[in-house]
């Protein structure tokens, strides 16, 4: 693959590179930001099964990223971070996937944020239990996504959660926290009824 950049990505003030870490199959989602308006540029996967070595899956997927960060240039990455189950080695295994990932965004200078699984589908489908379909349903009809465009791999809606979840906590105000009330009165004097 040539790392020529996707012409598209110029039409929008922000992109966001989505990331559904895995072994066997990374799912990715590109989100371009106009304003207010999130769209879907582009999402797909990363096959691994091919690879019988752990290590050849990790330089696959430094290589696959590093070539999708050259290909759309992202402004920010936000990536799922690994549920912790009870299988050691799967989730050794698993956060190297994820921290490989993230070293090739960092080489190219992409700042990264990192979500639970719950908070993504919180902020899709407004229920941290979502099943995998839901949030592909939910995403499907917020980006405006035709049903033939959507993968067989959910790793792919996945990864656009999580995109689509970094846009939205972006998005909300900043709200400056007051230490005590001795600190609000002094900052607010105005507002203090004598």
Request: net charge positive; proline share 5%.
């Given at each position: 693959?040539d790392n020529k950049?996707d012409?598209?990505?110029?039409?929008?003030?922000?992109?966001?590179?989505?990331v559904?870490?895995?072994?066997?199959?990374?799912?990715?989602?590109?989100l371009?930001v106009?304003?207010?308006?999130?769209?879907?540029?582009a999402?797909g996967?990363?096959?691994l099964?091919?690879?019988?070595?752990?290590?050849?899956?990790?330089?696959?997927?430094?290589?696959r990223i590093?070539e999708?960060?050259?290909?759309?240039?992202?402004?920010?990455?936000?990536?799922?971070?690994?549920?912790?189950?009870?299988?050691?080695?799967?989730?050794?295994?698993?956060?190297?996937a994820q921290?490989?990932?993230?070293?090739?965004a960092?080489s190219r200078?992409?700042?990264?944020?990192?979500?639970?699984p719950?908070k993504?589908?919180?902020?899709?489908?407004?229920?941290?239990?979502?099943?995998?379909e839901?949030?592909?349903?939910?995403?499907?009809?917020?980006l405006s996504?035709p049903?033939e465009n959507?993968?067989?791999?959910?790793d792919?809606?996945?990864a656009?959660a999580?995109?689509?979840?970094?846009?939205?906590?972006?998005?909300?105000?900043?709200?400056?926290?007051?230490?005590?009330w001795?600190?609000?009165?002094?900052?607010?004097p105005?507002?203090?009824?004598?």
């Amino acid at each position: 693959m040539d790392n020529k950049v996707d012409e598209r990505v110029r039409d929008y003030q922000r992109v966001i590179l989505g990331v559904d870490p895995g072994t066997n199959v990374m799912g990715y989602g590109i989100l371009g930001v106009n304003g207010k308006k999130p769209s879907l540029i582009a999402m797909g996967v990363i096959k691994l099964n091919k690879f019988e070595c752990h290590y050849m899956r990790l330089k696959r997927i430094y290589d696959r990223i590093l070539e999708i960060c050259n290909q759309y240039l992202p402004d920010e990455m936000a990536i799922e971070a690994p549920f912790f189950g009870k299988n050691v080695q799967s989730m050794l295994k698993l956060g190297r996937a994820q921290g490989v990932a993230m070293a090739a965004a960092l080489s190219r200078e992409v700042p990264i944020t990192e979500y639970e699984p719950r908070k993504i589908k919180m902020a899709i489908t407004g229920n941290g239990a979502s099943s995998k379909e839901q949030v592909q349903e939910m995403l499907r009809r917020i980006l405006s996504i035709p049903r033939e465009n959507l993968l067989p791999e959910l790793d792919a809606t996945d990864a656009l959660a999580a995109a689509l979840c970094h846009f939205y906590e972006s998005e909300k105000p900043v709200v400056a926290k007051s230490t005590s009330w001795k600190d609000y009165i002094a900052k607010n004097p105005d507002k203090i009824k004598k």
